[in-house]
């Protein structure tokens, strides 16, 4: 998974006075290398897949997501489940 970046200027009222945030990390909306076998390979990309959006069971992708421990090496796989609980989301 690639990570992305992006900046956002807000405009203030005084020209001289520009803000920037500057954020890193993972896309909401996940992506991923089909040779990423972090992801390709990991057990929970496997389970899912090959389910259709339909068929996938939301509590189970929720209850998966909560058991895996926030690192930095969990990040592409919790985007991954992050991504099929939003997309179930907008079908449901």
Same mark, same amino acid.
């Given at each position: 998974?690639?990570?992305?970046? /992006?900046?956002?200027?807000?405009?203030?009222?005084? *020209?001289? /006075?520009?803000?920037?945030?500057?954020?890193?990390?993972?896309?909401?909306?996940?992506?991923?290398?089909?040779?990423?076998? &972090?992801?390709?390979?990991?057990?929970?990309?496997?389970?899912?897949?090959?389910?259709?959006?339909?068929?996938?069971?939301?509590? &189970?992708?929720?209850?998966?997501? &909560?058991? #895996?421990? *926030?690192?930095? /090496?969990?990040?592409?796989?919790?985007?991954?489940?992050?991504?099929?609980?939003?997309?179930?989301?907008? #079908?449901?």
């Amino acid at each position: 998974m690639r990570p992305s970046s /992006e900046r956002f200027v807000p405009r203030r009222t005084c *020209p001289s /006075e520009v803000f920037k945030l500057v954020r890193t990390g993972f896309p909401i909306n996940w992506d991923a290398n089909p040779n990423d076998v &972090a992801v390709t390979q990991h057990p929970l990309y496997v389970k899912y897949n090959l389910t259709t959006f339909g068929d996938i069971d939301l509590t &189970a992708v929720k209850n998966d997501l &909560a058991g #895996i421990k *926030p690192t930095t /090496e969990s990040a592409a796989i919790c985007s991954y489940l992050s991504w099929l609980i939003r997309t179930k989301a907008l #079908i449901s």
